[in-house]
């Protein structure tokens, strides 16, 4: 009787582990589409979640490595040519900054950076200790890194 107890209690508590990590988005790298017909499709300039998060969900940026000017756009992303329905801007970044963004509506996310007229271009996503870990390149400037974590409703 124990033990069956005791495989229930930890089936339970497999089940809110497994929940939990539900809330963590998957983020992907997407480049923007060429505007022209025969026009280069340029490098991955942007992040997006594979998914739709729900309304009321909550997405936390910590910035962990940032040049100077940099600004992150969080976006209501659409896709395709109309690439996104709202967005708001964070400015006057550096490290160790904390982003709260909490969703309106239900929606993908799309995170775009940029250092005057020049986009950020998507090295890598790593994903590490609950949290994803986006890398974005300014070349010579250096790079953007942030954590994200992404929390339901």
């Not at 209690?9 to 997407?30: M, P, R």
């Not at 026009?39 to 009321?56: D, I, M, R, S, Y």
């Not at 090295?123 to 390149?137: E, F, T």
């Amino acid at each position: 009787m124990r033990a069956i107890i005791s495989m229930i209690s930890i089936g339970l508590v497999g089940c809110a582990v497994a929940a939990a990590a539900e809330t963590t988005a998957t983020w992907e790298a997407q480049p923007f589409f060429a505007r022209k017909a025969g026009q280069q499709v340029p490098p991955p300039a942007f992040f997006a979640t594979t998914e739709a998060l729900p309304a009321g969900a909550e997405v936390r940026i910590k910035v962990v490595e940032c040049p100077q000017g940099v600004c992150l756009d969080v976006h209501w992303f659409l896709g395709g040519p109309v690439f996104t329905a709202g967005s708001e801007e964070y400015a006057f970044l550096t490290a160790g900054k904390m982003i709260s963004h909490k969703l309106a509506n239900e929606m993908r996310v799309a995170i775009t950076a940029s250092l005057g007229d020049e986009h950020g271009r998507c090295q890598d996503i790593v994903r590490k200790d609950g949290h994803d870990v986006l890398r974005y390149s300014f070349d010579k400037l250096g790079d953007l890194v942030i954590e994200v974590t992404v929390t339901g409703k």
